[in-house]
């Protein structure tokens, strides 16, 4: 036998690793009887509701409610002075009140909240709400809050991180460079737009301290805050993550938590809160608009000698996590190219727009708008391929980011390149009369084939996996292997948050390969046990992962250990017969942690190893574009993308395809429209997201490279999807349409060439 | 909130009589998004979904009355043939599943802009029936839209049916999105081209603050089709008529920048969607 | 009010309904069918799809009154029985369609529909009986694949 971490030869395991299991959840979703947070019930329950701020900045001045408690069906209405404990919160920094405090600082922050025995009678009740308001001018533009320090929305200044990345020389090389190619780009705020509406149940128990039921991405900081801000020790606050109607980084930050507790706790009954979709819109942090000016110089064959970006983030009115998207815009903006000398800086800026956070692909997705852009344009300055261009300047293992990290880990960028080149392209439309569902406009009967050009285009992006800088990033798996009605059964308890992508599947595939038991059951995922960090950063497969292998590995040598005692010596394979002489009435139960490589913090100059590891996906979009009206349709999505290892390879497949979906997204039609920070199109008539009418079929190859230092070699999937798509989508529609293109997502007057009207 | 339900159309007018602020809801596509949406709590609510009358469609002297009632998929279904421009219109509006509960008196009631329905009936020059216990009018569509939302309807009316030519020639119907499906016109344009009646009918939507004729454009081409015996002899339109009447569809339009597109595209769009729907309407190319 | 309907062939009668609540919300908070989903209530997402009256609706576009005396199928009827599945279900399943799920019962109802109109729809077909239902998490290509081999099984 050998050492550590070492197993004894298993049972040949069916549903291990590598095998598109099916989701243990997946038949109570399918028969509708899968109970999501919006689903929960509770005897004796009230409703609650969030009356909300209709000014993006103004004072309060008072707030009357002796109407709205009049009100028969109402049971509690509480402001910011009924929270018991810390009266802000935030991911980052604690710089978010859990109800306005004398000011308001976005359209939509939380005022007061309600509870009542029906949500009609919640609603009437905030109506009923008598708050005095004083508009102020609100701060909107965010190169404005760059430069001014008026309104100070926040007491350090509006200018919330700023990074500098400096390396190498960027004066020689700026003498050196023969070819430089500049551009200015946008990104317009995406949401998240998840089907399942924020949502909850807290339950006060009879200890004076609560159960919540929330659908949520990290239930440990969840806890942290929703304790200190109810001034309850951690212990009396247990919460379980209740049904999850997808996420994409818009439940990282809190919603109805601390205010369904505050109000079960007040009111000494259950109390559910389920966001309507138009709250929904002001309930959660969105994608942080960008301005990016870039500067690209070359030497004549293409090889980069140096390139400048200037980022600019709207964070909105508070912090939650735009200072890791700064971090994480400053360390990809040159790209996923070997880039000698830079100066990258990186600025995320307090608004009275709506706050921003977390959102798939966190600061990557804009950079790489960007910068492939950028790598277009010098491509035609050199007059070479697109692909040829990315070529030349592609990063290998071992390359340095501008930061000075070296990637340890594959960097197979010509490789995904050269995948995509080999795939063939669709076949042309033939001349014959088309159906009208396979053109731009489809069954709106806009074209029957006049105008339409079709275009091809190419990008690569890269991402950091796992948190960075120097975060204690962790997870934590408690494993417990008893005998059940006579068969081994192992018990997976994490706090990891499944949103849909997979997790619980993965937990149940990794224990069955390290145990060799078949049934296997992952417990809700709740607070009862250590932090799994959280879903999101493309990490909680690696973490959660590790943790659930560590622990199996721990309960397999408690295994053995018994053997040995028992039978006197360890055998060579734990048989199902053998752990269940083994286990008998004495369960074994292990819990670990999973820790990686400690990350760096950046130093003045950007320098420092930040990140843990990183993910690679490039992408080619083909598109029609009828280049009178304007309007595109997507014709085939092709992508090459490194998974390390596919440890379910259709759950690999659909993080893949629904990134790709919400890149489209990106590309052609979601924006959160603002106008002197209030939101203009608040419901899903207005936000657009992509059906199955826009979504084109997507064709992938799947590389697993293994990751070194990664559990089975696997690597993070989730974002790299949703980096590179929307910029391949608008190379496309830039080689048919002859236009620049510097904004997303692309307007039809965009591409006919209309001027954006001034605001 | 009161909720009536009629069984009978006689039920249904004293109901709205007796309440003339009570709102209709047929389909509820939307009505009950005013209510979900918390944006309107009417005293009363009054379902025409049970009134047999409303259900019905008849063919008339070369018409077509189509009940209020009639669903936008039974419009596809059944009257493709008879009313061509309708039923395409039809085919863009919402989903299947608001195919099968919205109604073109519901479109009529809401007097929205942006209706699908609208620019059809606007090109084919229809008359909407509307009834009361005072008794029964006919109001021409093109007279129908009086602001954004509101109609001619009065209080106590309700619209029984829509009277809609056969058309004798061909009709196009196009509209704008940002994207493929479920999705409010940027801009929408339909046309009828009738060599027997010897018109030409236009109608554009979402493109001012109620649909809109293109009245010059309209004149203009029954011109030119009068003076080449174009009606008749099927010969191609030159390009420059093509061009022109899409540049008097596009100044017909009064729009505004709004959350879904901008004034300029509109105008741009319309005259786009004008040339080529008058080259397919005459079966040559664009 | 009172509401009398049947539902997935049961009868339900529920008193004290507020005039201005919808199908879907009667269906999930008063007759103990949460299946249908509350995504948008606006008719824009599909994930509240039912049948009423053997038509295909958003129940969230339904008033309740309207439902009265009618006749209910969502996606907890469309089993056969208890420990089984539809097929379509079964499909979904198997295709790797179901990620969060959340607009899964809405597909399921609304693929019923197309297969009992459509047993053999062309791939145009199934997006446009599909175009009312929204999905975030998939990109539809699973869904395309559970809706080709549910027809493929030829479901009765």
């Given at each position: 036998?050998?050492?550590?971490?070492?197993?004894?030869?298993?049972?040949?395991?069916?549903?291990?690793?590598?095998?598109?299991?099916?989701?243990?959840?997946?038949?109570?979703?399918?028969?509708?009887?899968?109970?999501?947070?919006?689903?929960?019930?509770?005897?004796?329950?009230?409703?609650?509701?969030?009356?909300?701020?209709?000014?993006?900045?103004?004072?309060?001045?008072?707030?009357?409610?002796?109407?709205?408690?009049?009100?028969?069906?109402?049971?509690?209405?509480?402001?910011?002075?009924?929270?018991?404990?810390?009266?802000?919160?935030?991911?980052?920094?604690?710089?978010?009140?859990?109800?306005?405090?004398?000011?308001?600082?976005?359209?939509?922050?939380?005022?007061?909240?309600?509870?009542?025995?029906?949500?009609?009678?919640?609603?009437?009740?905030?109506?009923?709400?008598?708050?005095?308001?004083?508009?102020?001018?609100?701060?909107?533009?965010?190169?404005?809050?760059?430069?001014?320090?008026?309104?100070?929305?926040?007491?350090?200044?509006?200018?919330?991180?700023?990074?500098?990345v400096r390396h190498g020389d960027l004066e020689a090389a700026r003498a050196e460079a023969e070819l430089v190619v500049e551009g200015e780009y946008e990104i317009g705020m995406q949401d998240q737009a998840f089907l399942g509406p924020e949502s909850g149940l807290a339950i006060p128990s009879e200890d004076g301290g609560?159960?919540?039921?929330?659908?949520?991405?990290?239930?440990?900081?969840?806890?942290?805050?929703?304790?200190?801000?109810?001034?309850?020790?951690?212990?009396?606050?247990?919460?379980?993550?209740?049904?999850?109607?997808?996420?994409?980084?818009?439940?990282?930050?809190?919603?109805?938590?601390?205010?369904?507790?505050?109000?079960?706790?007040?009111?000494?009954?259950?109390?559910?809160?389920?966001?309507?979709?138009?709250?929904?819109?002001?309930?959660?942090?969105?994608?942080?608009?960008?301005?990016?000016?870039?500067?690209?110089?070359?030497?004549?064959?293409?090889?980069?000698?140096?390139?400048?970006?200037?980022?600019?983030?709207?964070?909105?009115?508070?912090?939650?996590?735009?200072?890791?998207?700064?971090?994480?815009?400053?360390?990809?903006?040159?790209?996923?190219?070997?880039?000698?000398?830079?100066?990258?800086?990186?600025?995320?800026?307090?608004?009275?727009?709506?706050?921003?956070?977390?959102?798939?692909?966190?600061?990557?997705?804009?950079?790489?708008?960007?910068?492939?852009?950028?790598?277009?344009?010098?491509?035609?300055?050199?007059?070479?391929?697109?692909?040829?261009?990315?070529?030349?300047?592609?990063?290998?293992?071992?390359?340095?980011?501008?930061?000075?990290?070296?990637?340890?880990?594959?960097?197979?960028?010509?490789?995904?390149?050269?995948?995509?080149?080999?795939?063939?392209?669709?076949?042309?439309?033939?001349?014959?009369?088309?159906?009208?569902?396979?053109?731009?406009?489809?069954?709106?009967?806009?074209?029957?084939?006049?105008?339409?050009?079709?275009?091809?285009?190419?990008?690569?992006?890269?991402?950091?996996?796992?948190?960075?800088?120097?975060?204690?990033?962790?997870?934590?798996?408690?494993?417990?292997?008893?005998?059940?009605?006579?068969?081994?059964?192992?018990?997976?308890?994490?706090?990891?948050?499944?949103?849909?992508?997979?997790?619980?599947?993965?937990?149940?595939?990794?224990?069955?390969?390290?145990?060799?038991?078949?049934?296997?059951?992952?417990?809700?995922?709740?607070?009862?046990?250590?932090?799994?960090?959280?879903?999101?950063?493309?990490?909680?497969?690696?973490?959660?992962?590790?943790?659930?292998?560590?622990?199996?590995?721990?309960?397999?040598?408690?295994?053995?250990?018994?053997?040995?005692?028992?039978?006197?010596?360890?055998?060579?394979?734990?048989?199902?017969?053998?752990?269940?002489?083994?286990?008998?009435?004495?369960?074994?139960?292990?819990?670990?942690?999973?820790?990686?490589?400690?990350?760096?913090?950046?130093?003045?100059?950007?320098?420092?190893?930040?990140?843990?590891?990183?993910?690679?996906?490039?992408?080619?979009?083909?598109?029609?574009?009828?280049?009178?009206?304007?309007?595109?349709?997507?014709?085939?999505?092709?992508?090459?993308?490194?998974?390390?290892?596919?440890?379910?390879?259709?759950?690999?497949?659909?993080?893949?395809?629904?990134?790709?979906?919400?890149?489209?997204?990106?590309?052609?039609?979601?924006?959160?429209?603002?106008?002197?920070?209030?939101?203009?199109?608040?419901?899903?008539?207005?936000?657009?997201?992509?059906?199955?009418?826009?979504?084109?079929?997507?064709?992938?190859?799947?590389?697993?490279?293994?990751?070194?230092?990664?559990?089975?070699?696997?690597?993070?999937?989730?974002?790299?999807?949703?980096?590179?798509?929307?910029?391949?989508?608008?190379?496309?529609?830039?080689?048919?349409?002859?236009?620049?293109?510097?904004?997303?997502?692309?307007?039809?007057?965009?591409?006919?060439?209309?001027?954006?009207?001034?605001? | 909130?009161?909720?009536?339900?009629?069984?009978?159309?006689?039920?249904?007018?004293?109901?709205?009589?007796?309440?003339?602020?009570?709102?209709?809801?047929a389909g509820g596509t939307d009505v009950m998004v005013d209510l979900n949406f918390d944006r309107t709590r009417p005293e009363a609510i009054l379902d025409l979904a049970r009134v047999p009358e409303l259900h019905?469609?008849?063919?008339?002297?070369?018409?077509?009355?189509?009940?209020?009632?009639?669903?936008?998929?039974?419009?596809?279904?059944?009257?493709?043939?008879?009313?061509?421009?309708?039923?395409?219109?039809?085919?863009?509006?919402?989903?299947?599943?608001?195919?099968?509960?919205?109604?073109?008196?519901?479109?009529?009631?809401?007097?929205?802009?942006?209706?699908?329905?609208?620019?059809?009936?606007?090109?084919?020059?229809?008359?909407?029936?509307?009834?009361?216990?005072?008794?029964?009018?006919?109001?021409?569509?093109?007279?129908?839209?009086?602001?954004?939302?509101?109609?001619?309807?009065?209080?106590?009316?309700?619209?029984?049916?829509?009277?809609?030519?056969?058309?004798?020639?061909?009709?196009?119907?196009?509209?704008?999105?940002?994207?493929?499906?479920?999705?409010?016109?940027?801009?929408?344009?339909?046309?009828?081209?009738?060599?027997?009646?010897?018109?030409?009918?236009?109608?554009?939507?979402?493109?001012?603050?109620?649909?809109?004729?293109?009245?010059?454009?309209?004149?203009?081409?029954?011109?030119?089709?009068?003076?080449?015996?174009?009606?008749?002899?099927?010969?191609?339109?030159?390009?420059?008529?093509?061009?022109?009447?899409?540049?008097?569809?596009?100044?017909?339009?009064?729009?505004?920048?709004?959350?879904?597109?901008?004034?300029?595209?509109?105008?741009?769009?319309?005259?786009?969607?004008?040339?080529?729907?008058?080259?397919?309407?005459?079966?040559?190319?664009? | 009010?009172?509401?009398?309907?049947?539902?997935?062939?049961?009868?339900?009668?529920?008193?004290?309904?507020?005039?201005?609540?919808?199908?879907?919300?009667?269906?999930?908070?008063?007759?103990?069918?949460?299946?249908?989903?509350?995504?948008?209530?606006?008719?824009?997402?599909?994930?509240?799809?039912?049948?009423?009256?053997?038509?295909?609706?958003?129940?969230?576009?339904?008033?309740?009154?309207?439902?009265?005396?009618?006749?209910?199928?969502?996606?907890?009827?469309?089993?056969?029985?208890?420990?089984?599945?539809?097929?379509?279900?079964?499909?979904?399943?198997?295709?790797?369609?179901?990620?969060?799920?959340?607009?899964?019962?809405?597909?399921?109802?609304?693929?019923?529909?197309?297969?009992?109109?459509?047993?053999?729809?062309?791939?145009?077909?199934?997006?446009?009986?599909?175009?009312?239902?929204?999905?975030?998490?998939?990109?539809?290509?699973?869904?395309?694949?559970?809706?080709?081999?549910?027809?493929?099984?030829?479901?009765?």
């Amino acid at each position: 036998m050998s050492g550590a971490g070492a197993s004894p030869a298993r049972s040949p395991v069916r549903e291990g690793i590598g095998e598109s299991v099916d989701r243990p959840d997946g038949t109570l979703k399918v028969r509708g009887e899968f109970a999501y947070s919006s689903d929960l019930w509770a005897d004796g329950m009230l409703w609650g509701t969030t009356l909300r701020s209709p000014h993006p900045y103004a004072r309060i001045r008072s707030i009357d409610f002796a109407e709205a408690l009049a009100l028969r069906g109402v049971h509690a209405i509480q402001t910011h002075e009924d929270v018991p404990g810390r009266k802000t919160y935030g991911l980052e920094l604690a710089d978010q009140p859990v109800l306005a405090i004398d000011v308001v600082r976005y359209e939509g922050e939380p005022v007061a909240i309600v509870a009542a025995d029906h949500p009609e009678t919640a609603r009437r009740a905030a109506e009923l709400l008598r708050v005095d308001y004083e508009p102020l001018e609100p701060l909107v533009d965010m190169d404005q809050a760059v430069e001014a320090d008026e309104p100070r929305l926040h007491e350090d200044g509006n200018v919330l991180r700023d990074i500098h990345v400096r390396h190498g020389d960027l004066e020689a090389a700026r003498a050196e460079a023969e070819l430089v190619v500049e551009g200015e780009y946008e990104i317009g705020m995406q949401d998240q737009a998840f089907l399942g509406p924020e949502s909850g149940l807290a339950i006060p128990s009879e200890d004076g301290g609560v159960d919540l039921y929330v659908a949520t991405q990290w239930l440990h900081v969840d806890l942290a805050q929703v304790a200190a801000s109810l001034d309850l020790p951690l212990e009396r606050v247990r919460i379980t993550n209740a049904g999850v109607g997808g996420a994409f980084g818009g439940r990282e930050d809190l919603s109805m938590q601390i205010h369904g507790c505050m109000l079960a706790l007040h009111t000494g009954r259950p109390v559910k809160m389920v966001y309507t979709r138009e709250e929904s819109f002001f309930g959660h942090v969105h994608r942080h608009p960008a301005r990016l000016r870039y500067e690209h110089g070359a030497a004549r064959d293409g090889r980069l000698v140096y390139v400048t970006a200037r980022i600019v983030l709207d964070g909105g009115a508070y912090a939650s996590s735009s200072r890791a998207v700064c971090l994480n815009a400053a360390t990809t903006a040159a790209g996923p190219y070997d880039c000698p000398n830079a100066e990258l800086d990186s600025y995320v800026v307090y608004t009275n727009n709506p706050p921003c956070g977390a959102m798939r692909g966190f600061g990557a997705v804009q950079t790489c708008f960007a910068y492939e852009a950028q790598m277009d344009k010098l491509a035609a300055a050199a007059g070479l391929d697109p692909l040829e261009l990315r070529r030349r300047n592609a990063m290998d293992t071992g390359t340095r980011l501008p930061t000075g990290q070296a990637i340890d880990g594959p960097a197979p960028v010509r490789q995904l390149l050269e995948e995509l080149a080999e795939m063939p392209l669709p076949a042309s439309r033939d001349g014959g009369a088309p159906d009208l569902r396979e053109l731009p406009g489809g069954v709106s009967n806009t074209t029957h084939g006049e105008g339409i050009r079709r275009g091809v285009g190419y990008a690569v992006g890269f991402k950091n996996v796992g948190f960075s800088a120097g975060f204690d990033d962790y997870s934590t798996a408690r494993v417990r292997l008893s005998m059940a009605s006579g068969e081994p059964q192992v018990e997976v308890h994490t706090a990891a948050c499944e949103v849909g992508q997979g997790a619980i599947t993965v937990q149940a595939q990794i224990a069955r390969e390290v145990l060799g038991v078949e049934r296997v059951i992952v417990l809700p995922s709740d607070t009862q046990v250590g932090n799994a960090g959280s879903s999101s950063a493309s990490r909680q497969t690696w973490f959660t992962g590790g943790a659930v292998r560590d622990a199996c590995e721990a309960v397999a040598a408690a295994l053995l250990s018994r053997a040995d005692e028992r039978l006197g010596g360890e055998p060579d394979e734990l048989s199902p017969d053998l752990i269940a002489e083994l286990i008998g009435d004495d369960a074994v139960e292990e819990t670990r942690e999973y820790r990686p490589r400690r990350t760096e913090a950046l130093d003045e100059n950007g320098q420092g190893d930040a990140h843990l590891a990183f993910c690679f996906a490039a992408h080619r979009a083909v598109v029609d574009v009828d280049v009178e009206l304007g309007l595109v349709r997507v014709v085939e999505i092709a992508t090459a993308q490194d998974v390390g290892r596919a440890i379910n390879p259709v759950a690999v497949e659909g993080q893949v395809e629904g990134g790709i979906a919400q890149g489209l997204g990106l590309a052609l039609m979601e924006e959160i429209q603002l106008s002197e920070g209030r939101l203009r199109n608040a419901s899903f008539t207005d936000y657009l997201i992509p059906t199955i009418l826009d979504m084109p079929p997507v064709r992938a190859a799947i590389l697993e490279l293994p990751q070194p230092e990664a559990p089975y070699g696997l690597n993070g999937i989730a974002e790299a999807p949703t980096i590179a798509s929307t910029a391949a989508i608008v190379a496309a529609i830039r080689a048919a349409s002859g236009r620049e293109l510097t904004r997303v997502p692309v307007r039809p007057d965009d591409v006919v060439g209309l001027a954006a009207p001034v605001a | 909130m009161d909720f009536i339900q009629p069984t009978t159309w006689e039920e249904a007018l004293a109901a709205k009589a007796a309440e003339p602020r009570s709102v209709p809801i047929a389909g509820g596509t939307d009505v009950m998004v005013d209510l979900n949406f918390d944006r309107t709590r009417p005293e009363a609510i009054l379902d025409l979904a049970r009134v047999p009358e409303l259900h019905d469609w008849g063919a008339e002297n070369g018409s077509v009355r189509l009940g209020a009632g009639v669903s936008y998929a039974r419009v596809i279904a059944e009257l493709g043939d008879s009313l061509p421009g309708l039923a395409m219109a039809s085919r863009t509006v919402g989903s299947p599943q608001i195919r099968n509960r919205g109604t073109v008196g519901g479109n009529l009631g809401s007097a929205s802009p942006a209706g699908d329905a609208h620019p059809p009936l606007l090109a084919a020059r229809a008359e909407v029936e509307l009834e009361s216990v005072r008794g029964t009018r006919r109001v021409a569509v093109r007279e129908f839209f009086v602001a954004p939302k509101q109609s001619v309807l009065a209080d106590d009316e309700l619209i029984a049916a829509v009277h809609i030519r056969r058309p004798g020639g061909a009709e196009q119907f196009s509209k704008i999105g940002t994207r493929n499906a479920m999705v409010i016109a940027a801009c929408s344009f339909a046309l009828s081209v009738d060599p027997v009646a010897r018109r030409v009918g236009t109608g554009i939507g979402s493109a001012g603050p109620t649909p809109l004729v293109a009245q010059d454009a309209e004149a203009f081409l029954e011109g030119v089709l009068d003076e080449t015996g174009g009606w008749q002899s099927g010969r191609p339109l030159e390009d420059s008529v093509l061009e022109r009447f899409g540049e008097l569809v596009g100044s017909a339009a009064r729009p505004i920048d709004d959350v879904r597109s901008t004034a300029a595209y509109r105008v741009h769009a319309l005259g786009v969607l004008a040339r080529r729907t008058l080259a397919w309407a005459r079966g040559q190319e664009s | 009010m009172r509401l009398d309907c049947t539902v997935n062939g049961e009868r339900h009668q529920v008193d004290g309904v507020w005039e201005g609540e919808s199908l879907l919300y009667v269906l999930r908070e008063r007759m103990g069918l949460p299946g249908s989903k509350n995504a948008c209530e606006q008719g824009e997402c599909g994930s509240c799809s039912v049948y009423l009256d053997g038509t295909l609706v958003c129940s969230c576009l339904v008033l309740a009154g309207q439902a009265d005396g009618a006749e209910v199928v969502t996606v907890e009827g469309l089993a056969h029985a208890e420990h089984e599945l539809h097929p379509i279900q079964e499909a979904f399943l198997a295709a790797g369609a179901v990620q969060c799920g959340f607009c899964t019962p809405g597909l399921i109802v609304a693929t019923h529909d197309l297969l009992a109109r459509n047993p053999a729809p062309s791939e145009p077909e199934i997006r446009e009986a599909l175009a009312g239902n929204l999905c975030r998490c998939t990109g539809y290509e699973k869904i395309l694949d559970a809706v080709r081999s549910a027809a493929e099984a030829r479901i009765p």
